[in-house]
């Protein structure tokens, strides 16, 4: 049987990872890695300046006392027996879409199990008017496994997927977005007279290209997006190449 790794960056007792077990039972030898309380926007950050702390919790469980990408770190380089066949990084109790991909300790996770040349997916649920519920997600989660497990992903991609509450069946593959968030920033003051800032955004509606995760939800399908670990611009590459010489020429000055 494959071996499955879950995480995500709710912490490991969320709804939303239990959600997962729960869907992928039976598809594999499941192991469960994950952040011991919430770490929501942590990216791909590492701990660095402490000790990283990990407790058994169950059955092939781990809680650990760090980021998602180091509870990636340990499960794939001292927790687990062997390398996993696919990592499940969610279900995330929130969308991550546009440039939310940038900031998600879910995404994150994913992406450093990429790195390490193990296939993965990021699965979140979009609230859009109804509670939040992870069945249908679960349900997509494990059908999505199975055909990666079977077909395999591309060299350095992973597999982005946001699900749409309420869903109405269809599932596009997409791009991912240009920014259509506001940063709001709510400004107080704390009882000791120093000012504060609550971040938050608000969501446009406006200037949604058709092709993307975002179109895609809003249409109530499900959006999966492949992304890639090379950041590189080839056009910019070509194009920006002949400033080398002239860097080195002001060096000169």
Known sequence: MPNILITN?????????RALVKALDGLGTLSVVAPSYEQSASAQSLTLRKPICCEKVGEREWAVEG?????????????????PDLVVSGINRGGNMGENVYYSGTVGAAMEATIN????????????????????AGQFARALAQLILKEGLPKGVLLNVNVPLPWKGGVRFTRQSQKITR??????????GRTYFWLHEQQLTEGI?????????????VSVTPLHLDHTHATSLNHLSHWAKAIESLRKE
């Open 9 to 17: 960056d709710d912490g490991i007792h969320a709804a939303g990872l």
């Open 67 to 83: 980021t998602p990408a180091d509870a990636m770190i340990l499960a794939l380089n001292k927790l687990l027996p062997e390398p």
């Open 117 to 136: 040349h193990v296939p993965a997916m990021a699965i979140s649920v979009v609230y859009c008017g109804k509670g939040f519920e992870y069945d249908e």
């Open 183 to 192: 940063n709001l920033l709510q400004e107080g003051v704390d009882p000791r």
């Open 209 to 221: 290209e058709p092709d993307t995760d975002y179109a895609a939800v809003f249409a109530g399908a």
